[in-house]
């Protein structure tokens, strides 16, 4: 009989390292790009540049 702490065992402990390898290995989207991109910016007018380079698709060049 399982106690009411205990994990449940079998396949999702085997998984579970593998989902972790594969999530820091695959890239990044397009939308977590845009949005460090959009991160970086000093000011304003900054922001606002970043945006209108988003919005005209010379960003993802």
Known sequence: ???A????????IMFTPLR???RAVRGK???E???EYLSG???N???EFRQ???DRGLFRR
Not at 5 to 12: H, L, Q, R
Request: proline residues 7%.
């Open 29 to 31: 989207t397009t939308q």
């Open 5 to 12: 702490g205990s994990k449940p065992k079998g396949p999702k």
């Open 20 to 22: 972790k390898i594969a």
């Open 41 to 43: 910016s000093v000011s």
């Open 33 to 35: 790009r845009e949005f």
């Open 52 to 54: 209108r380079e988003i």
């Open 1 to 3: 009989m399982r106690n």
């Open 45 to 47: 007018v900054d922001l």
